[in-house]
């Protein structure tokens, strides 16, 4: 059991990082990835999101959904309102516990909710018919993976300020390319993960 | 206090109009859903057994398993499902056994979601095609009697760890040379 | 005419992906050969029309406080209804792009669109906005997806035009691909927009 919790956790943090291999938490990544300070608490916030939609995802599906017969045309509904629940809960968290850093987020806090990252966590728990540690699992390792992109792409895009770049190449142009870049140097952790 | 009255109702009206909506496109898109469904797994049995036209689900301990029969009501062949864990997802397979014989007469991919280019080439025939024939007393280990696609090691591996632990339960149910 | 404008806006100047720089994650995702990216543009065209025209004509009946909620409702819905209907009429398609259809309920456009547009403006107005937004990511997608399409296996459409010769480069149609495709088309964008802005200059 601990070893497919490990090889799920690490799967989601390097060979299957969601936003590196599975093209998901673009927007965010986008915009939150220029100061590695917010790049960080954005990190840290959806980690949180993430692992709890993980445990709602799973008791949603199997509690809810499957008893009444609904998951095949509720669960999108049912997922969304959920995770849009969990994402105010943290707005409300973090203004109480830190107001600066509520309004260093800024839009971006709220924005959590559409961040395909969540939905897509919440959607593979059925799918792959995980039980609820190997829920926790997915959503905490997705949420790692995806701080540890932004970590890696903030680091690089502060350096960026100070380089020659291409006026038309300015903006989300050489983010995309960086990312293109990284996501070759994440591809060489294919076989990183053994099947058991 | 009627702010906080209008937010609920308007809520609650559109919670069931959705409710309504949804429910309304399940009951005219499920019929036909199920029907891709069956048809697809017809199709699947049909191609894993060489020689079937029809076939015929029986349950054996508890196991589901698909009979591959001719026209004149000859049993062909069995098909079971089989799936495992690839790179990217579950992968999903019919396999086709025929016990007479002990070997194997075919492998389908059902449903999978691996790379493009890559590991998606478990669908190809270059690869499931090695199956046919293929002994069931046989090892089932990836680069010594079952070939990988290059480059696609985990996805080759899964099929084939998925296809052996089915495998070993269907032979306990119709051991080679026996009946079914 | 006011409509015209709205409609072309969403086609070139605002077009979403490669000008405001949102919905990317299907944009990645499902560009790996032409018939996606045409489909997935179908779908949340669909999708986008159909919520932008009804968040309009609800505008002023959801109260301000709810309002993410409901169009988070209303959309969902209609990323349901596409889901259910492509699982039934188009399943080989529906399996390719996976959990991409359901997520078209995140995608950013819509729910920005919405925010942004049809929240304010009649349904005539709204309906020409979400057609050119929808039209806009669509050939943007379609794009990407021919180039990785050629790049990556020699054919286009499913149609083989490249010769045997050609050895594809399999990592277009990889994750690293696709970024780098899309970051050099967001910069020839960036690119022709400022020659034009030039030259209307008169520089």
Not at chain 1, 168 to 174: E, N, S, T, V, Y
Not at chain 2, 30 to 50: A, C, D, H, M, T
Not at chain 2, 53 to 75: A, C, F, H, P, S
Not at chain 2, 139 to 158: E, H, L, N, P
């Amino acid at each position: 059991m601990a070893k497919e919790l490990f090889f799920i956790i690490v799967g989601s943090i390097f060979v299957n990082n969601f936003v590196f291999s599975r093209f998901l938490g673009n927007c965010p990544f986008l915009g939150v990835s220029n100061k590695t300070e917010t790049a960080i608490g954005m990190g840290i916030a959806t980690t949180f999101v993430l692992t709890m939609t993980g445990v709602a995802a799973y008791l949603i599906q199997n509690y809810v959904l499957v008893p009444f017969g609904l998951e095949d045309f509720l669960q999108i509904v049912a997922f969304i309102l959920v995770i849009a629940s969990l994402v105010q809960l943290v707005e409300m968290i973090v203004l109480k516990v830190s107001p600066t850093l509520y309004n260093a987020f800024g839009i971006f806090l709220p924005l959590i909710t559409t961040n395909c990252i969540v939905m897509a966590v919440a959607l593979l728990i059925p799918l792959n018919n995980y039980n609820l540690v190997e829920s926790i699992a997915l959503g905490f390792g997705a949420g790692v993976g995806f701080t540890l992109a932004l970590a890696l792409m903030s680091g690089i895009r502060e350096e960026l300020e100070f380089a020659d770049v291409p006026d038309a190449l300015k903006g989300p142009a050489i983010v995309f390319i960086t990312a293109g870049l990284l996501s070759m140097i994440f591809l060489g952790f294919t076989g990183l993960v053994p099947l058991a | 206090m009627n702010q906080y009255v209008k937010m609920i109702v308007v809520l609650l009206v559109i919670s069931c109009a959705s409710g309504a909506v949804l429910a309304l496109s399940y009951a005219v898109t499920n019929p036909k859903i199920q029907q891709q469904e069956l048809q697809k797994l017809q199709e699947s049995v049909l191609k894993v057994i060489p020689g079937a036209t029809k076939m015929e689900e029986v349950q054996k301990d508890g196991i589901t398993v698909y009979i591959g029969l001719d026209d004149q009501g000859n049993k062909k062949g069995i098909a079971f499902p089989a799936s495992g864990s690839g790179f990217n997802g579950v992968i999903e397979l019919m396999v086709g056994y025929n016990p007479t014989e002990g070997k194997l007469t075919g492998v389908e991919v059902l449903s999978m979601s691996e790379t493009p280019g890559l590991g998606a080439k478990i669908t190809e025939e270059s690869f499931t095609g090695q199956f046919n024939g293929k002994s069931v007393k046989d090892q089932f280990i990836v680069k010594q009697d079952v070939q990988a696609i290059s480059g696609a090691t985990i996805s080759s591996t899964a099929v084939t760890k998925a296809i052996k632990a089915s495998l070993d339960e269907i032979v306990k149910l119709y051991p080679v040379g026996g009946d079914f | 005419m006011q409509l015209i404008k709205d409609f072309v806006n969403g086609i070139w100047n605002e077009n979403p992906i490669f000008r405001i720089v949102i919905g990317i994650c299907s944009a990645l995702a499902v560009t790996t050969s032409a018939n996606n990216g045409i489909a997935m543009g179908m779908a949340l065209t669909f999708v986008l029309t159909c919520s932008s025209i009804l968040i309009s004509l609800l505008r002023n009946i959801i109260p301000s406080k709810v309002r993410i909620p409901c169009y988070v409702i209303v959309i969902a819905t209609f990323t349901t209804v596409v889901d259910l209907f492509m699982k039934g009429y188009f399943p080989a398609l529906y399996n390719v792009m996976g959990i991409f259809i359901p997520l078209i309920v995140v995608n950013c456009i819509v729910l920005a669109r919405a925010e942004a547009f049809a929240s304010k403006v009649g349904p005539l107005r709204a309906t020409a906005d979400a057609l050119g937004m929808g039209l806009g990511y669509t050939w943007a997608i379609t794009l990407i997806s021919i180039i990785r399409e050629i790049m990556g296996t020699g054919s286009v459409f499913g149609y083989k035009i490249l010769g045997a010769g050609f050895t594809p480069w399999v990592i277009a149609i990889l994750p690293p691909g696709a970024f780098i495709v899309m970051g050099i088309l967001v910069g020839l964008m960036n690119l022709i927009t400022r020659k034009t802005a030039n030259s209307a200059d008169g520089r």
